[in-house]
Every structure is written in structure tokens, then in C-alpha cells.
């Protein structure tokens, strides 16, 4: 006999023994005695290292004691061996799935599909995988809390927010935001409470922030952001993504209110379409401006407390019921109601003045005063001013404004506040907060302030 | 193994302020393209970026454009020419060009600044006609004096240098040709306030010491002891720019006060807000309707934290205490 053919029948030894010992691991497999199948693979695999089939058993019978790590290396070194092997792509994706790595998962599955069309548990598997990957995508996109941990997983929303996820997101929302009227009723029950937030301006971490001294938004949590929620801030997209989620998760709990920069011509200026365009596209932007003509506009409280954006009106005489009945589908007006809703600022001194912003007007305690009663309310709370202190209460209490966007432009050193209402006796409480670090990215339409540093 | 430290401390503070020249050029030539003011230089000296800048900005662009401009118009026009102009810490500005086109150029315009800001100056102006074209046509014979850190014609001259060293500055602009005994007027805008107050206060004296009829316009920051201005001083630390002489910029009063004590006569001095209402209100209404603006108190901010400041040496009684708002 040759060298080589002793050798040869060495080798041809070895692989029977290891063979043998291959029956002895699936019998104990079948058993469910997983500790010695994955025993006596091994012992097979010292004798054969280069068999594709023992490492696909041999991880199969990690995953059955949940040693995923170990399940993933098995997988990949059979496909290392054996890349036409399909059951190592199986053995692969599992692994992937059970370590929560779906969009790799996704990708194996994919490969049986290709290779086997009419493979109906592959398909089944991966239209599986495919519904988790998107579900994940969504969770991830509108739960706050991970994210917060690092600037990394904060980007990863920009790659997990697939245009997809986004276009199913935004379509969603515009449903449950058409089935609402222009003035949403709500009732708060003795034993409940509700938070009111203003302005938010794409300020995305102090938006987390704010989730993290008044908890996530529950059934038992609800909250009412007031408008504002893009322009300005590095993160437009980020912030209206995350309350759009939470608006689909608890479309009875979390409501949300049209502010004059949800509205193209305030995108356009003020960063909101930049960032979307540069983002996604234009067609993104296209969407989420049709989805903005349809956010209600105020909303009212036990038939105590009216909410909005901007402000009272140009007009004595305008009732709950002309604000019921207003057309919102639509960029507003120049003027009219629906223009104030969104724009008017409270004054001072009584009576109305023309309006330093240009559009709508100025009005004062004495129009409040006329309102309310009119309408049977005890006050109003609006937004669309920056405040120092996040808050402020004028009109002896029945006109107040929150601000929620803390360090406006990096620049403006305000805190931000948030207001709690109970049922039992609609009492304004006011919670305040400051600002916290965010990365140092500047919005996209234009150089932040930060960068910006005034004028040098 | 000795190791050289590339860029020391004070260079790195130097690159910063530096860098506030590209700042100034692109929010000055993001406004007039927008239609604040007309320009037709400042396209040569800095490309358009993508990025718009924020109305508020704009707005207090158009305030310290017309501030300055107003003030230096008077100046022009009470000397009748007859004058020399200095603007410390020019930058990439236009104003030769704007003077030339108007017909209201003083004697000889000097401009200082780093000498890296002045070589990329000097840069634009050799290699653009429509910028080189106006400089030659004042200028006597058919050649300039130009090496790498100054350029030097019969009315515009530019030079390299650190206004923290006087008696270089002094040996330069004397190689010039300044005239002491002429009429002079110095324009700093966003200058002084990175230098300490002993350098400024330095450089102060040595104007009264040397020019005996001059003014001073001072445009930089005020106010900043309050939460607005602390911000800008934190915002701007993180980009290693350090006000070093913002302890003067404290109010109307300090800013007055260091003029005071090194040898002004009288000086005036107005926050940005009052300045602005100030100026032509039409075309203040007209710049205020090109752009809308979506939160009057960022604006607000933006110009009670700036002023200008004037003040006035006037040994030849030119009524130039006169020159203002």
C-alpha cells in the first residue's frame, strides 16, 4: 500500500467513526438529551472537522439550550464549509432571529426563498421575519428609552427609519387624524390627569427628557403636545416620528394640535422640509404637509379648558362651534379663525392691537374674559411664545402659555415646562425643566445657532 | 524623541478668530442675496453655501451693516473726503469697492488683518478682474504693490498684522503712508472684544496718542452678563473662541468707560435694538418684509447683546461729536 493509501484509508476510518458518532448525538437529540448531542457532535467533529452537516446539528442543538452565540458561529462555519448547505442558512437565521438580529435574518431567509421558490415554510418564515423586522423598526422608532442611551442609537433611527416604515407611519396617522373634528372634546375623570406640552421645535433629547421626569405615554399617562413640533431644531424629524407613534399607539390617550409651523411655508423656511428632503425626498415632505393640514386645532377640556396653539380671535362672538365647524384640510389663511387659532398672541392691555408678527392680531384680558364666558369656559392655555421661566399665567389666570422647548436655538437660555390637569379640579401645576446636551448636528435647512453663534 | 506641538495654544485661539471672518462673509452674502442690501463684491470673496441662515440673523446683519455704513457715510461727509478710514480686523469686506462705485472714497483706506486673512484677500483681488479692476483704476501708475501679506495702491491699502503688536502695526501703516495729521477714522467690527482689555486699552491710546482728530467705531457685543449672554460665551468656548476682552462688554457704560480712559473726548454708544429702530424705518419695513419672521424675541436677543460705540478726538473742531443716529 502507498503512503497515500494509507492515508486515504485512515481518513475514510476516521469519517465512519465520526459518523457513528453522529447517530449516537441525533439519537440523543431526539431524546432532548441536548447536552450529550452537542457532546458527541463535537467528539465527530475532532474526527471530521471539515463535515458542514455536524456543525448545522451541532448548533441546532445550541439553540435548544438557548446558546445563541454558539448557534450563530456553528451555522456560519457549515456555510463556510458548504455554502450551497440551505439548511446552514436556516440554522444561520435562527440564530440571527433569536439574537434579535432580524434584518440579518431577514437576508438568510431571503436566500432559501431565491433558492427554493416553492418552499412553502421558507416563504412562511420569511414573511415572518419580514413583519418582525418591520415591527421592530416601528417599536424602535417610537420608544424613547434606549435610544437616550447613545448618540449611536440615535442614528440608528435614521437607518431603521426606512422611508417604509415612514410612509406606513404617516398614512396611518392621517387616518386617525381625518376621523377627528377641528375641535376635539375629551373628558378627564376625577381620578385622572393629563400633561399639556408646548412647543417642542425639534428639540428631540430634551423631548426625551421630558419622557423621562413624566413617564412614557400611557392609557393612564396621556398627554397633549400643543403644536410646534418641527423647525428650528436639529432633530424635526426624530420628534414628529416619535409623536406620531405614540399618536398610533394611544390614538385616545396622546393628542396632538396644529401649530403655525405645521405649515409649508414655516417648513420651508425653518428647517423642517430641509431636513425631510435631505433625509428622505420630497415626496416625504409632501406627505407629512398633507398629514399636518390635518392635526386638529384646539382641543377642549371637560368643557372647561380650551386648548390651542396660538391664541384667541380677531373677533368678538367666535364660538366652540364655528371652531367645530372649520374647514382644516388646508394651509391657513391669512386670516379668520382658523388663522388665529394658530397665530394670536395674548397682550396686556385690553382690547386688540394689530399683531407684532404681522399676520393676526394681539388681544387682551378684557377679549378673554368675553370668550370664556360666552363659551361657559374658565381658561385657555396656548403656546407660541418663548418664555423664560417655560410658562407664563396672564389674564388673572385665564390666558396661559407653555413652552416646552428648553435653550430655544441653543441660544434663548429658557427653561421649558409642562402642565398638569387632574379631573377632579382642572388646576393648572406647573413642572419645569432645563435643557440637556444633544449631539452637535445642525439642522438641515440651515446653520444652527450654535454654529451660528450670533453675529461675529 | 522631541515632539513639536503643531499648533500651540494661542494659535489655536488665533485660528478661531479667524475663523469669525468666514462667519461674517457667508451670513453678508447670504443676506444680500436675499435683497438686504446691495453687494455686488461680496460673491467674489465667499462661494454661496446650501444653508440658509436664520431671518433673525439676517436682520441683525442689515443692523450692523446699516449702523456702520451710516455712521462712516457722516464721517465721509463731514470731512469731505479729506480723511484717511482704518478698519481693524477688516475681513473680506467690501467697503473700497461700495466707496469706490459711490464716489465718496476717502483719502486712502487702510485695511488690517492676519496676515492669513490678508494673503487670501490679496488672493480674491489679483485673481478677479472685477475686484482688481476698480483698485487700479484709483491707482496712479499701472503697477501695485503687492507681495503675499499686503497690497498697497494710492488710495486702498491692506496689511498683514497682529493688532495685538502696536509697533508693528504703527512701522506698517507708517511704510504706507498714513498721515496722522489728517482726519481719521477707525472701524472695528467683532475686533476688540477678542483681544484682552490691556490690549485693546492698548491699542486705544495709541490712536489718541498718534491721530489728533479721530473716531472710533466700535461694533461688538453688550449686555452679556445675563443668561443670554453667558450661553453665547459657553456656545462659543466650545468652539475654542474665547471673548477675551468680553469683561468690557458688560454694558453701554463699560463700553463708553474704555474709550473714556484711553484719551477719547466723547463717545456715544447704542445697543443694536435702539440702533435699528434708528435707521430709515421704509427700508427697514422693506427688509423686514423679504423674510418672515417666526419669533420677534430671537431678534430681540440678537440686538440688545450688540452695540455700536462711537467716540470722538476732535482737535481740528470738525463737529464730529455731531456724527450719529
Known amino acids: 500500500m502507498t503512503d497515500y493509501g494509507s492515508e486515504k484509508m485512515a481518513e475514510e476510518e476516521r469519517n465512519s467513526s465520526a459518523e457513528k458518532l453522529k447517530e449516537k448525538a441525533n439519537n440523543h437529540f431526539k431524546d432532548k438529551d441536548y447536552e450529550n448531542a452537542i457532546k458527541y457532535y463535537s467528539e465527530a467533529l475532532e474526527l471530521n472537522p471539515s463535515n458542514a452537516i455536524y456543525y448545522s446539528n451541532r448548533s441546532l442543538a445550541y439553540l435548544r ?9 456553528d451555522a456560519t462555519r457549515a456555510l463556510e464549509l458548504d455554502k450551497n448547505y440551505i439548511k446552514g442558512y436556516y440554522r444561520r437565521a435562527t440564530s440571527n432571529m433569536a439574537l434579535g438580529k432580524f434584518k440579518a435574518a431577514l437576508k438568510d431567509y431571503e436566500t432559501v426563498v431565491r433558492v427554493r421558490p416553492n418552499d412553502k415554510d421558507a416563504k412562511m418564515k420569511y414573511q415572518e421575519c419580514n413583519k418582525i423586522v418591520k415591527q421592530k423598526a416601528f417599536e424602535r422608532a417610537i420608544a424613547g428609552d434606549e435610544l437616550k442611551r447613545s448618540v449611536v442609537d440615535s442614528l440608528d433611527i435614521e437607518n431603521m427609519s426606512s422611508a417604509m416604515v415612514m410612509v406606513e407611519i404617516l398614512v396611518q396617522v392621517k387616518e386617525v387624524l381625518t376621523k377627528l373634528p377641528s375641535l376635539v372634546e375629551i373628558t378627564l375623570q376625577e381620578t385622572e390627569k393629563l400633561t399639556i406640552c408646548g412647543d417642542t421645535h425639534g428639540q428631540y433629547y430634551d423631548l426625551l427628557n421630558i419622557f423621562e ?25 426624530e420628534v414628529i416620528l416619535t409623536l406620531f407613534g405614540f399618536k398610533l399607539l394611544y390614538p385616545e390617550h396622546f393628542h396632538l394640535l396644529r401649530g403655525n409651523h405645521e405649515t409649508d411655508n414655516m417648513n420651508q423656511m425653518y428647517g423642517f422640509e430641509g431636513e425631510v428632503k435631505a433625509k428622505y425626498s420630497s ?28 391664541g384667541l380671535f380677531s373677533e368678538d362672538g367666535v364660538t366652540l362651534d364655528d371652531i367645530r365647524k372649520i374647514d382644516r384640510n388646508r394651509q391657513p389663511p391669512d386670516s379668520g379663525p382658523m388663522c388665529d387659532l394658530l397665530w394670536s398672541d395674548p397682550q396686556s392691555q385690553n382690547g386688540r392691537s394689530v399683531s407684532k408678527r404681522g399676520v393676526s392680531c394681539q388681544f387682551g384680558p ?12 374658565q381658561y385657555i392655555v396656548r403656546s407660541h411664545e418663548v418664555k423664560a421661566e417655560g410658562y407664563e399665567v396672564t389674564h ?30 382642572l388646576k393648572p401645576e406647573f413642572h419645569q425643566f432645563t435643557a440637556v446636551p444633544h449631539p452637535n448636528v445642525k439642522p438641515m435647512a440651515y446653520a444652527n445657532s450654535l454654529m451660528q453663534l450670533g453675529m461675529m | 524623541m522631541a515632539s513639536r506641538q ?34 455686488h463684491y461680496v460673491q467674489y470673496f465667499v462661494r454661496q453655501i446650501g444653508e440658509r441662515k436664520a431671518p433673525e440673523i439676517n436682520r441683525g446683519y442689515y443692523g450692523r451693516v446699516k449702523g456702520m455704513n451710516l455712521l462712516l457715510d457722516s464721517f465721509l461727509k463731514k470731512t469731505q473726503c479729506n480723511c484717511q478710514v482704518v478698519n481693524l480686523g477688516a475681513g473680506l469686506d467690501t467697503t473700497f469697492w461700495r466707496l469706490k462705485d459711490e464716489n465718496v472714497m476717502p483719502k486712502k483706506l487702510f485695511e488690517v488683518d492676519f496676515p492669513m486673512i490678508v494673503a487670501r484677500k490679496i488672493h480674491h483681488i489679483k485673481t478677479k478682474p472685477p475686484l482688481s479692476k476698480p483698485l487700479i483704476e484709483t491707482h496712479s501708475t499701472d503697477s501695485l504693490l503687492l507681495d503675499g501679506h499686503s497690497l498697497d495702491s494710492d488710495r486702498y491699502c ?49 490712536i489718541t496718542e498718534t491721530f489728533p482728530t479721530a473716531m472710533f467705531i466700535n461694533y461688538e457685543q453688550v449686555n452679556m452678563n445675563d443668561r443670554f449672554g453667558q450661553i453665547m460665551i459657553e456656545n462659543l468656548q466650545r468652539r475654542q473662541c474665547n471673548l477675551a476682552g468680553v469683561d468690557l462688554c458688560q454694558s453701554l457704560d463699560s463700553q463708553r468707560e474704555r474709550f473714556l480712559s484711553s484719551g477719547w473726548e466723547s463717545v456715544k454708544a447704542l445697543d443694536m435694538m435702539t440702533v435699528y429702530s434708528m435707521l430709515p424705518q421704509e427700508d427697514v419695513a422693506r427688509i423686514e418684509r423679504l423674510e418672515f419672521l417666526d419669533e420677534r424675541e430671537l431678534l430681540q436677543q440678537l440686538l440688545q ?7 470722538v478726538k476732535d482737535r481740528l473742531s470738525l463737529d464730529l461729536s455731531q456724527i450719529g443716529f
Open chain 1, 396 to 425: 388673572s389666570g385665564k390666558c396661559i402659555t407653555v413652552f416646552s422647548a428648553p435653550n430655544y436655538c441653543d441660544q434663548m437660555g429658557n427653561k421649558g415646562a409642562y402642565i398638569h390637569l387632574r379631573g377632579s379640579d
Open chain 1, 65 to 73: 439550550t438557548e446558546c445563541y452565540g454558539y448557534a450563530l458561529a
Open chain 2, 305 to 311: 447683546h450688540y452695540c455700536i460705540c462711537w467716540a
Open chain 1, 366 to 377: 378684557d377679549v378673554t374674559e368675553r370668550f370664556l364666558e360666552q363659551n361657559k369656559l
Open chain 2, 6 to 39: 503643531f499648533l500651540s495654544c494661542s494659535d489655536t485661539a488665533d485660528e478661531a478668530v479667524r475663523a469669525t471672518c468666514d462667519d461674517a462673509s457667508t451670513c453678508k452674502r447670504f443676506a444680500t442675496s436675499k435683497g438686504y442690501w446691495p453687494d
Open chain 1, 283 to 310: 415626496q416625504m415632505f409632501q406627505l407629512f404637509s398633507e398629514v399636518f393640514q390635518w392635526l386638529p386645532l384646539a382641543q377642549c377640556i371637560n368643557n372647561k379648558v380650551l386648548v390651542m396653539h396660538g
Open chain 1, 213 to 237: 421626569l413624566n413617564s412614557l405615554p400611557s392609557p393612564t399617562n396621556p398627554y397633549l403636545f400643543n403644536g410646534d413640533f418641527v423647525d428650528r431644531g436639529s432633530f424635526s424629524v
Open chain 2, 158 to 206: 491692506i496689511i498683514g498684522a497682529d493688532l495685538r503688536d502696536i509697533s508693528v502695526l504703527e512701522d506698517k501703516l507708517k511704510k504706507f503712508q498714513i498721515n496722522p495729521e489728517l482726519p481719521t477714522l477707525f472701524l472695528s467690527e467683532c475686533v476688540l472684544v477678542y483681544m484682552s482689555p490691556e490690549q485693546s486699552s492698548r491699542l486705544l491710546h495709541w
